[in-house]
């Protein structure tokens, strides 16, 4: 018999396919090694958040000295310092939390669930203002040499940038950023050229700048005193906050690492803080240098580049590398969004398997995405720019401070985690690196709170409070639901156990039950039951079939996807067992993939060949008060493979599970 050819994708799957690239195969080991980054290219795809941060970090530091540009110079030296040291803090964690989480993991683990979920949510509302921050900045750049009258189509390349950023991730990390290395590697270079140039060709000038920065400390000592000295680069200090933004964003992206990851996560780490410091510090030095001042409508880095060129007397030929390097400034801004798309899917994968968060959001796609969080983190970050109209200031002012919150409670997990180690060999330089750095974070937080209430603060505080009540709420959800079906537990304890003397036989022609299942539990028994019950004495054999989905908390090796299909395999033997003891034939189908329905759908199309007189069913929660929230946490799924297998011809049955949420 010749066998049937497949049938060809559908139209919806060729463009899928096309748009977003070809299902993954998990069992292949290979696909690991594809999908993981070298540390060059991590620094690409989680460097490029705290990098691009010297667009819009130095300028506000700056500007808010006012005339009081002579401390642009212990500024910058703080600048590096400080990124220096939260560099170095959170490398301590990549060793001891090594399989990635970031701040959300250390909270969690060294200071408890709570705690993690503040550093969760402020985690979150972080990564989407990454995305909506990193935007905004790459298009005002863009605007610094552009005519004003194309100034009302700035919310609709913001909205175009997002969009494409969204389907990049969407077709994976990896592929996402090998599009975006040749902009890093421009803005790289053009930087180099234009903090190395802004010395040389101003190199004449640092005697004079050394006695004005000299004179303008002996001048602040005796105009504003040595409080007065300290409030303002307090003040200014803390406004620079954004440069230190995406930090964290390494330690976050571990999963996506090139094993060894440890070593590949700190050398990722080293790449960013060198690189950060140097940038921030330099741009911070040269605005001193050349006179930098604000004006309206240019950022202050596309002032520090007319500057530069104007200096080194390039004449025409300076233009081209002005528009190259705003170019190039303003396209990195948009690869640092990439943090945000890399990050922010993870950590919310993160709490959906703790349960803090809707399941839905553990998922993988078939390309091995977690597109619900894409998807999620593209939605909001656009509404973040339409609510702030793309306004920088703004947006950073309500960044900053999330991020140095989810900053201090890691430096406080680390204190706390050393601490209790004492007797561990270097635990003293351990808590002494975490104190320093938790006193540094949480200054700024502080004097950000203080110095930005009004200018966006009052809104992150707000947003943030009500995402952490949020996050209770669905655990809470969670915790009720799981209590009320373990009472289902109870029909094990009732269950035969002893086998039969003649174990029954399969009859392919025989009536059959086909029972969809997932790990062995009350659950599952109770479902299988209510099948005997409704139907007594109809069936002759029970199919069970299972489906091991592997999601972001065990997608990580070959190892574990084996581990997933072992349990799988292990709770159809014990259903097996069970109906045979109930005097059924039985046997099970399985299949291990990051999607229900389609394998699902596939295993049911087999068994129904194999069993022609097959009626398939599967379970669904029923709650006493069903609408969007119950819809929303809970999967639809029993219901619409109900559906697909009905309009493949095939007779299918949802068997109801009642949930008392009282």
């Known amino acids: 018999m010749t066998p049937q050819a497949p049938e060809p994708p559908s139209l919806a799957n060729r463009v899928a396919n096309t748009v977003l690239g070809r299902p993954k195969d998990l069992r292949d080991p290979s696909t690991f090694h594809s999908l993981s980054l070298v540390a060059f290219f991590a620094w690409v795809g989680l460097g490029a958040d705290g990098l691009s941060s010297s667009a819009y970090g130095p300028e506000e530091m700056f500007r808010a000295l006012g005339a009081n540009t002579w401390m642009a110079v212990a500024l910058a030296a703080a600048t590096a310092v400080t990124v220096f040291i939260i560099s170095l803090t959170y490398s301590r964690i990549i060793d001891r939390f ?197 004006v309206e409508g240019k950022t202050m880095n596309a002032v520090l580049v007319e500057r530069f060129v104007d200096a080194a007397g390039w004449g ?51 390309r091995l995405t977690m597109q619900n969080g894409v998807l999620l983190m593209g939605g909001v970050s656009l509404g973040a720019l339409l609510f702030t109209r793309g306004d920088v200031t703004t947006l950073v002012s309500m960044y900053s401070i999330n991020v140095f919150l989810t900053f201090s409670l890691s430096q406080a997990a680390m204190v706390r985690y050393w601490w209790q180690r004492k007797a561990e060999a270097g635990w003293v330089q351990g808590l002494l690196l975490h104190l320093v750095g938790l006193a540094l974070c949480g200054t700024i937080l502080v004097v950000n709170i203080v110095e930005k209430i009004d200018e966006g603060g009052k809104v992150t505080i707000s947003v943030t409070a009500a995402l952490v009540v949020l996050f209770f709420v669905i655990r809470r959800h969670y915790e009720k639901v799981r209590k009320n079906l373990s009472r289902l537990d109870s029909v094990l304890e009732q269950l035969p156990t002893a086998p039969r003397d003649a174990e029954p036989v399969l009859q392919p022609t025989a009536q059959t039950a086909v029972l969809m299942v997932g790990s062995y539990a009350g659950l599952g028994v109770h479902s299988l039951l209510s099948v005997l019950r409704l139907f007594p004495n109809l069936y002759k054999n029970v199919v069970f079939i299972s489906v091991g989905v592997v999601d972001s908390a065990t997608f990580k090796n070959v190892q574990e996807v084996d581990e997933v299909e072992q349990r799988t395999r292990a709770a159809l033997e014990q259903y097996v067992a069970l109906a045979k003891r109930l005097g059924l034939a039985s046997t099970s189908k399985m299949a291990v993939g990051t999607e229900l329905l389609p394998e699902a759908e596939r295993l049911c199309a087999e068994t129904a060949k194999e069993f022609p007189r097959s009626l398939f069913f599967a379970g669904k929660l029923i709650f006493e008060r069903e609408g969007l929230w119950q819809r929303l946490l809970h999967n639809e799924s029993a219901v619409q493979l109900q559906r697909q297998l009905q309009f493949a011809g095939l007779n299918a049955m949802v068997l109801p599970v009642r949930v008392l949420e009282s």
Request: charged share 10%.
């Open 316 to 366: 025409h030929g300076g233009q081209l590398f002005i528009w190259l390097t705003l170019i190039a400034e303003a396209l990195l801004l948009f690869v640092a969004a990439q943090a945000g798309f890399i990050d922010g899917p993870r950590v919310l994968a993160n709490m959906a398997s703790d349960s803090w968060a809707p399941h839905r959001f553990a998922q993988l796609s078939s």
């Open 98 to 294: 090594p399989f990635g989480g970031g701040g959300y993991v250390v909270a969690s683990k060294l200071l408890g669930p709570r705690a993690g979920v503040v550093s969760g949510a402020a985690l979150m509302v972080d990564y989407v203002l990454t995305i909506s921050t990193s935007i905004a900045a790459g298009v005002d750049a863009i605007f610094s040499f552009l005519p004003a009258e194309y100034l009302p189509w700035r919310l609709a390349i913001e909205a175009t940038a997002i969009g494409a950023l969204v389907l990049l991730n969407l077709r994976g990390v990896k592929e996402s950023v090998a599009v975006l290395t040749p902009i890093f590697l421009t803005f790289l270079v053009t930087h180099v050229v234009l903090l190395g140039g802004g010395f040389v060709v101003k190199g004449s000038e640092l005697p004079a700048m050394a006695s004005q920065v000299s004179s303008g400390f002996s001048h602040g000592a005796a105009t504003l005193g040595g409080f007065g000295m300290l409030a303002l680069f307090l003040r200014a200090y803390s406004m620079g906050a954004g440069t230190y933004t995406g930090i964290e964003a390494v330690s976050n992206g571990l999963s996506i690492m090139r094993e060894p990851r440890v070593v590949t996560g700190k050398r990722t780490m080293g790449l960013m803080g060198a690189s950060l410091a140097l940038t921030a510090a330099g741009v911070t030095l040269c605005y001193l240098l050349l006179h930098v001042e604000h």
